[in-house]
């Protein structure tokens, strides 16, 4: 149940930064600050429903899965393409988070 609710938190996360982004660096209305705001708070909502023992384990866990889906934003929502660095760095990162969450825990 973690990794959709880490795949949904990201997309909110990153919406809602690129929202603030777009408005300051892009010349964007500020309007666009609105679905923005409402964007961070579904992230943190969503990441706080993750059936994991711990924030800061959530948190990292997170973090792998994050990293690549912003490189997912960054050829869909901006049409640039991640080269194979991008790739291999975000294999990595999933990797990490995958031995967070799926590590056998003692009891």
Do not use: H, K, Q, T
């Not at 964007?28 to 384990?57: E, Y």
């Amino acid at each position: 149940m973690s990794i959709p609710l880490f795949i949904a938190a990201a997309i909110a996360e990153i919406a809602g930064c690129f929202a603030f982004f777009a408005w300051w660096r892009n010349d964007v209305p500020a309007l666009w600050l609105v679905p923005g705001i409402l964007a961070l708070v579904a992230f943190a909502w969503l990441l706080a429903l993750a059936p994991i023992d711990a924030a800061g384990r959530a948190y990292a866990a997170y973090g792998g899965i994050y990293i690549a889906v912003a490189l997912v934003w960054l050829w869909a929502a901006e049409g640039i393409r991640p080269d194979r660095y991008d790739v291999v760095g975000a294999m990595i990162c999933l990797f990490g988070a995958a031995v967070i969450l799926f590590s056998p825990r003692g009891a």
